[in-house]
């Protein structure tokens, strides 16, 4: 019988085979030296483009731009999010809509949220039914910072921490439709 174990080591996964059937210690010589032995082939495991995150896993200033970064993204879309803000998870759900064709042009979304409780951007996952489809983070210095009194909220960063456009949820518009309308005023002079 062969067991497959996946052990975690830093960075890597690796993968151990262990052998276990009667007689595995018995060590015999082939019958015929006449045949080579058995050729393996390693597949390279392929490394993940997307990395889940826990929704509430902290996001520090210091890991912002890098996160920003990881994405691979030249548009970062962040919705800013309270848990039992009723226009933030219809804006989420827009987003989640979006996130595909928009990942497609360069463009990728973070949820942040306005409390510094994990709890708080889990329950806001729950109240989407779970569609929220983008790392959703805790990181109250981000509020702090941008000066945020209404929500939702949406920026457009870019990889290196620019901030481009900010868009408050106090105008009363679909903030999905106008950050939609700047991505591609953005995506088209970026060409």
């Known amino acids: 019988m062969t067991l497959a174990k996946v052990v975690p080591l830093s960075s890597c ?6 052998m276990m059937s009667p007689g595995c210690g018995d060590v015999k010589a082939p019958a015929s030296s006449a045949s080579p032995p058995p050729s393996f082939q390693t597949t390279p495991i392929p490394k993940p483009t997307q990395i889940a995150i826990e929704p509430g896993s902290l996001l520090t200033e210091q890991d912002f731009v890098p996160a920003l970064k990881a994405t691979g993204a030249k548009f970062i879309v962040i919705t800013v999010f309270m848990a039992d803000c009723a226009p933030c998870i219809t804006e989420s759900l827009q987003l989640a809509d979006r996130r595909a064709a928009w990942r497609s042009t360069g463009v990728e979304i973070l949820g942040i ?30 509020p702090e910072k941008e000066k945020i009194e209404a929500t ?32 591609e005023e953005l995506l088209t002079k970026a060409k």
């Open 13 to 18: 996964v690796c993968l151990t085979l262990l």
């Open 113 to 142: 949220g306005m409390s510094e409780k994990p709890v708080d951007a889990r329950r806001f996952f729950k109240q989407t039914g779970e569609r929220t489809n983008f790392p959703l983070y805790t990181a109250r210095w981000f």
């Open 152 to 183: 939702p909220a949406l920026f457009i960063f870019t990889p290196d921490g620019e901030r481009l456009f900010r868009f408050d949820g106090e105008s009363g518009e679909n903030l999905s439709e106008l950050i939609n309308a700047k991505l």
